[in-house]
């Protein structure tokens, strides 16, 4: 499997494991309307610090398990595939936040209008890293 | 638009040079050895300066690595 493969995948694993049971929380639990939501300031922090976590201990060990890999530069195909991927996802990004922008002017929350826009931020980055799994798969 | 596959002899000239390694081929043209599989089993087109690298690589015309096939029209 190529090193960029594997880096797709742990991006995907750790935004697996650090959103999706944020937003589970999210969605079971009734948004206030007061700010600050220190809550849910603290649930985001911690979304993102596990993130952080598992990409750099992810990286750590792909690149002892691999280091001649890690160093070489993307080449043609890799570009290729980045920017096929890239181009994706900002579709995804852009509809995401014209959306958004559609749902702002009838939300009084603050952390609706946020966690809307981090769901089509996560969405689109699940399409990048999606498009260069299944990339490399298909050319496998 | 014309349409059509491209194949390449690049598996068979490693052979004749000396069963050449796909990652020894891979780092004289500049590319990762994963690169070099999918070009040879067709998964991959590559640009055409890598295809010209190839060629060079075994010594040949470009034409003599790569060959394009037009699909027959109904």
Redesign the interface.
């Given at each position: 499997m190529?090193y960029r493969e594997k880096t797709a995948w742990l991006s995907l694993i750790a935004m697996a494991a650090a959103f999706g049971p944020y937003f589970a929380i999210v969605a079971m639990r009734s948004l206030p309307g007061a700010l600050p939501d220190l809550r849910q300031l603290g649930l985001l922090a911690v979304a993102a610090i596990l993130q952080m976590l598992i990409l750099g201990a992810g990286h750590l060990f792909l690149r002892r398990g691999s280091p001649q890999?890690a160093r070489?530069p993307p080449?043609?195909?890799?570009r290729a595939i980045m920017r096929r991927s890239i181009s994706s996802a900002y579709y995804v990004l852009i509809a995401g936040m014209i959306l958004v922008g559609c749902v702002m002017p009838f939300s009084s929350s603050g952390w609706s209008i946020v966690n809307a826009a981090l769901v089509m931020i996560v969405a689109a980055e699940v399409v990048h890293y999606g498009v260069v799994v299944l990339s490399?798969r298909?050319?496998? | 638009m014309m349409e059509g596959t491209i194949s390449n002899r690049i598996r068979v000239l490693r052979f004749h040079h000396g069963e050449m390694s796909q990652a020894e081929l891979g780092q004289r043209i500049g590319v990762t050895r994963q690169t070099v599989a999918a070009i040879e089993a067709g998964k991959y087109s590559p640009s055409l300066e890598a295809a010209f690298r190839i060629a060079q690589v075994f010594n040949l015309p470009l034409e003599e690595v790569f060959h394009w096939e037009a699909k027959a029209t109904p």
């Open positions: 190529p890999d070489t080449d043609e195909r890799d490399y298909r050319q496998a | -």
